[in-house]
């Protein structure tokens, strides 16, 4: 598996918007992804940073949702006015959840 890390910088008020628009505009679109596994959105209410983590199933797939990926942060930027901070990628060593 394979973890694409979006961080973003902002207001903690416009944080809920930002959420807003994950789950109603980018959520139905990842799921359309192939390989696409899972998201995190992840949010500190005291600093204003985001985080989206979004799951492949491989390195392929994650590669080919790249362009879709900058269309949806930048959109994702704006619903929340916020800037985009970092874009980093990785290789999922360990994942665990109880079943």
Known sequence: MFARMN??????DRLDDALRNVREQVL???HQQDGFKGLMFLANYQSGELQLMSLWESAQSM?????????????????GDQEIANVERYDVVLFETPS
């Not at 961080?7 to 903690?12: E, K, Y």
Request: no cysteine; net charge negative.
């Open 7 to 12: 961080t973003f910088d902002g207001s903690p």
């Open 28 to 30: 139905p679109q990842l």
């Open 63 to 79: 590669r080919a949702s790249e362009e879709e990926a900058k269309r949806l942060r930048a959109e994702v930027a704006e619903a």
